[in-house]
């Protein structure tokens, strides 16, 4: 079946903008998960959706970054006030239950000029 | 809280050959889960495998095996007969039996080398 699909796959915008990023999970995974991913670095956890609602955004670094899953599927990451330090690797996941293995999409890298 | 280190910034070796890729956690749960992910320069991560806390016995699968210690904390990671398509960033993760997702640690990068 089709894996975890994000887009765009590469964004570039300048410092000061808005953008989305799109994640579409496996379909019938119920949990979807963002995460961040700094060069050389390993993901960092931004926000986890459970259904339709973030059961844990701990991880946004600041009020700018928001997500949402409307229906329960689809999700969009937005970024406001974009700056130059948000330049990363967008990666999201999902899985069929909290808990259980992350499939993760092939990642959306942003570069903020 | 919940910590994974990875050691091993980057691992050269010729083709053939056996690698180790080190992973060490701390985390105060007892039950919890451990992970393996590859990252080819694509980009996208590929789970490899999951191991939950009560099972330590060791996995193998292919040319891949896992080798889970709780006494030393460690998930180490051995791949055999190494080839060039195994190049890649290498991530172990933990996620505990709470409300936390995923903790990676920095990644390994294998260079299999022809």
């Known amino acids: 079946g089709a894996g975890v699909s994000q887009t765009p796959s590469n964004k570039v915008t300048e410092k000061g903008k808005y953008v989305e990023l799109r994640c579409d999970p496996i379909s019938g995974h119920t949990a979807l998960y963002w995460y961040r991913q700094s060069l050389g670095q390993g993901p960092e956890f931004l926000i986890y959706f459970q259904g339709t609602g973030a059961a844990d955004d701990s991880g946004l670094p600041n009020d700018r970054f928001f997500a949402v899953r409307p229906e329960g599927s689809v999700s969009t990451l937005k970024i406001q006030r974009t700056e130059r330090g948000d330049s990363a690797m967008y990666l999201c996941a999902s899985s069929l239950q909290y808990q259980e293995t992350q499939y993760f999409g092939p990642g959306t890298r942003l570069l903020v000029l | 809280a919940q910590k994974v280190t990875q050691a091993q910034t980057e691992i050269s070796v010729v083709e053939k050959e056996d690698v180790t890729l080190d992973c060490v956690y701390e985390?105060?749960?007892?039950?919890?889960?451990l992970f393996w992910y590859k990252q080819p320069p694509s980009g996208e991560l590929v789970f490899l495998i999951r191991r939950n806390s009560f099972d330590e016995q060791n996995e193998i699968s292919g040319r891949y095996s896992w080798n889970f210690q709780k006494s030393t904390s460690s998930f180490n990671f051995t791949i055999t007969a190494s080839q060039v398509v195994d190049s890649a960033v290498y991530f172990c993760a933990l996620s505990d039996s709470g409300n936390t997702p995923l903790v990676f640690g920095k990644g390994t990068r294998l260079s299999v080398i022809a």
């Open positions: 985390t105060r749960d007892t039950t919890y889960y």
